[in-house]
């Protein structure tokens, strides 16, 4: 399943690539994550329960950061396994600053779901990643504002 979007940051394009590349924010941020640790530069492992309708349940994977052209793009690959099945994605992230304060992160990808859980969440996946997306952002504009 394709995913693809925008959202518009009131802060300024360096700061937002610092903080979107930043482990303990993604990890406070991003909702369902319970550990992300760096193993390698741009390499992380996590472990995240997710909710997608009555399936529930905890994956453990890696991150990976790569193609990073700070403050402008980076590509993130995830992929996870779990118990309910396993979830793999691809996308890119890219940031454009629409004036000196403010950034647009558009972001697209791919998501990918096997296993008992994906004959259940593929039907909400759309609904329930853009949900999640957008939690991810506000809560890092939440960062951002009371660190300014």
Known sequence: MKIS????????????FARLTDPQAIASCLPG????????????????TVAIGPVKGTFT??????????PDSYRM??????????ARGNGTVQ??????????IAYEGDVE?????????QRM????????IEQFF????RQMSASA
Do not use: H, W
């Open 113 to 121: 779901l096997g296993g008992p859980f994906a004959g259940v969440a």
């Open 61 to 70: 994977g890696k991150v990976q950061l790569s193609e990073i052209n700070p």
């Open 95 to 104: 940031l454009r600053a629409i004036d000196d304060q403010t950034t647009e």
């Open 5 to 16: 979007g925008a959202y518009t940051i009131r802060a300024k394009r360096d700061a937002v």
């Open 138 to 141: 506000s809560c890092i504009e």
């Open 77 to 86: 690959a995830i992929e996870g396994q779990g118990k309910p099945g396993f």
């Open 33 to 48: 994550v319970e550990s992300l640790n760096q193993v390698a530069p741009d390499q992380y492992e996590m472990a995240m």
């Open 125 to 132: 996946l759309g609904g329930v990643a853009k949900r999640m």
